[in-house]
């Protein structure tokens, strides 16, 4: 069984959102980015970003793949291990001060 983390963070430009499988000596194993404009969204705050995210899972997995969905404010991370789902994280437009354009 092997450990690894989840993590959602908004890019440095704050135009999108990072999504990468860490594992537990720190390599990305998976990655994918998400920027806000092909959502017809934007970042709408004065100063920085928002806390990243993460959520730890432990997996005897052979691939490990991260799989967007969006439904109509919310932003869904999913950590997909052998085509099970092992991680979830959500990023709503309201938490995470996005306007829509």
């Given at each position: 069984?092997?450990t690894?983390?989840?993590v959602?963070?908004?890019?440095?430009?704050?135009?999108g959102i990072?999504?990468?499988?860490?594992d537990?000596?720190?390599?990305?194993?998976?990655?994918t980015?998400?920027?806000?404009?092909?959502?017809?969204?934007?970042?709408?705050?004065?100063?920085?970003?928002?806390?990243?995210?993460?959520?730890e899972?432990?997996?005897?997995?052979?691939?490990?793949?991260i799989?967007?969905?969006?439904?109509e404010?919310?932003?869904?991370?999913?950590?997909?291990a052998?085509?099970?789902?092992?991680?979830?994280?959500?990023?709503?437009?309201s938490?995470?001060?996005?306007?829509?354009?």
């Amino acid at each position: 069984m092997d450990t690894y983390t989840l993590v959602v963070r908004e890019t440095s430009t704050h135009d999108g959102i990072d999504a990468d499988v860490i594992d537990e000596d720190g390599l990305v194993e998976e990655s994918t980015q998400v920027t806000y404009s092909d959502y017809d969204v934007m970042a709408e705050r004065d100063n920085g970003g928002p806390e990243r995210i993460e959520e730890e899972f432990t997996v005897d997995a052979r691939s490990i793949d991260i799989q967007l969905e969006r439904d109509e404010r919310t932003f869904v991370f999913r950590a997909i291990a052998d085509n099970e789902d092992v991680a979830r994280i959500e990023v709503s437009d309201s938490v995470w001060n996005l306007a829509h354009t």
